[in-house]
């Protein structure tokens, strides 16, 4: 059994509710429906003021990984350290120039040193930025000499031994209270 309509609007269709010359439904989720709430509801997106942002470019600048800087961040908004993400979103610019703006300091910094007289800052300097390395007779490797020594008597082969090995002896540094002969000097 079906129920019938008898209304006097049956069997026509619904008309939209609409403001006259407007497209635009009114329903639950327009600004007419509520007045008094404002368009944009939740928390306020962080926004950086001067001085987060000199804080986040002396930290990048300083070598800190993203995840340290935004632990010493805070959100004014919620009191909590910015994550990582609202970091590189909000920062950008501070952590791809600190570093630049940090090495630019240190090597002006290093460059007036260097031509002051500095000599170590020059020695770093020629080494680092100039491709300059030390070089000393322990980096050259020594010639290979094949010897035969079926050529030698014995007594010529205990006398280059014996040379060897105060060579060996030579090359290692006395320690401190010892002597030559190998054993510390006694106190009576």
């Not at 997106?45 to 002396?58: D, S």
């Not at 010493?72 to 703006?101: A, C, M």
């Not at 030698?152 to 105060?166: R, T, V």
Request: proline share 9%.
């Amino acid at each position: 059994m079906a129920i019938r309509n008898s209304s006097p609007q049956a069997g026509k269709p619904k008309k939209s509710r609409t403001r006259e010359g407007s497209a635009k439904p009114r329903g639950r989720g327009s600004a007419d429906y509520f007045p008094l709430i404002k368009k944009r509801m939740g928390r306020p997106p962080f926004e950086p003021t001067t001085e987060p942002r000199n804080t986040v470019e002396m930290l990048a600048g300083l070598g800190l990984c993203h995840h340290d800087i935004c632990l010493l961040i805070i959100n004014p908004n919620t009191n909590k350290p910015l994550s990582e993400k609202t970091l590189r979103k909000k920062f950008t610019r501070e952590l791809d120039i600190g570093s630049v703006k940090t090495n630019a300091a240190v090597v002006k910094a290093l460059y007036i040193k260097a031509t002051k007289g500095d000599v170590t800052a020059a020695i770093w300097w020629t080494k680092c930025r100039m491709g300059w390395k030390d070089t000393s007779r322990n980096d050259v490797p020594p010639p290979v000499v094949n010897i035969n020594l079926s050529e030698y008597s014995d007594e010529q082969l205990d006398a280059i031994e014996a040379a060897l090995e105060a060579l060996e002896r030579a090359k290692k540094p006395v320690a401190a209270g010892s002597q030559p002969g190998g054993e510390a000097p006694t106190r009576h």
